[in-house]
């Protein structure tokens, strides 16, 4: 599996972001998609994730009104759009792919990882 993300950057409080994540190397028939961030000095936080086949969607509270996860199957590509942007929302963000079962939020429960894109949100 590989996983490429793109759409960092620097944007000012109360903007907006959108990431993508393209995946290949194998059909997704039941993996979960989801989005992780690591603030320096932080662990790996969940962020958003979303069921391939299904569509079923999960959120952070902490962006629950604010991110939106979706997906292009026929683009093999899971967005993430970032509304509302808030400084604390700074940290590199990652996309992954597995079958994580009921551990959907728990980033030890992915295997394939993509390399990581920056988001800076000043105030």
């Known amino acids: 599996v590989q996983l490429q993300a793109c759409g960092g950057g620097l944007v000012q409080a109360g903007g907006s972001l959108r990431l993508s994540c393209a995946a290949s190397?194998?059909?997704?028939?039941?993996?979960?998609m989801g989005w992780f961030r690591q603030a320096p000095g932080k662990e790996r936080d969940f962020v958003a994730a979303i069921h391939w086949n299904i569509g079923s969607t999960y959120y952070a509270d902490s962006v629950k009104g604010r991110f939106t996860i979706s997906r292009d199957s026929a683009e093999n590509t899971v967005y993430l759009q970032m509304n509302s942007l808030k400084p604390e929302d700074t940290a590199v963000y990652y996309c992954?792919?597995?079958?994580?079962?009921?551990?959907?939020?728990?980033?030890?429960?992915?295997?394939?990882w993509g390399q990581g894109t920056l988001v800076t949100v000043s105030s």
């Open positions: 992954a792919a597995d079958r994580p079962g009921i551990a959907v939020r728990n980033h030890k429960a992915y295997n394939s």
């Open positions: 190397g194998r059909t997704f028939s039941n993996y979960y």
